[in-house]
């Protein structure tokens, strides 16, 4: 059963980084080479239904969708412990759709906070045009 398992995660994994042949064959240099051919085989077979079921497994992930966003930047002058601050803030504003009901959130962020923020978004992004 662990072949198994393994087995499906190398080819999720391979697919999903969109590997050359030469670096999956490095991947698998510690089989022989009949293993190595019937695993390159069956990918090059299957990649592209690979790729629709990591998808699949990405939609499924969550079913909720961005509706409408809005963003406000603040400067907070000062706080209840601290005379002058002088920290920008963002107001982010997301109306997201799960299950036919749009839900308001609304998060208050730093500057440190929203560049976590960008940069995952942007990996996000990243990954997903890989899979396409």
């Not at 906070?113 to 960008?118: A, H, S």
Request: one cysteine or more.
């Amino acid at each position: 059963m662990h072949v198994l398992e393994d087995i499906t995660k190398f080819l999720k994994a391979v697919v999903g980084k969109n590997l050359s042949d030469e670096e999956i064959s490095q991947q698998l240099n510690e089989l022989n080479s009949f293993h190595q051919e019937a695993v390159m085989k069956c990918l090059k077979s299957r990649k592209d239904e690979i790729k629709q079921a990591l998808l699949g497994e990405i939609v499924d992930i969550s079913s909720a969708q961005l509706q409408d966003f809005d963003w406000q930047l603040k400067l907070a002058l000062s706080s209840d412990k601290i005379a002058t601050l002088q920290m920008p803030l963002l107001n982010l504003h997301l109306d997201v759709k799960e299950n036919g009901e749009v839900k308001p959130y609304s998060i208050e962020m730093n500057k440190e906070e929203l560049q976590n923020l960008i940069n995952s978004l942007e990996a996000a992004n990243k990954v997903m045009l890989q899979l396409k």
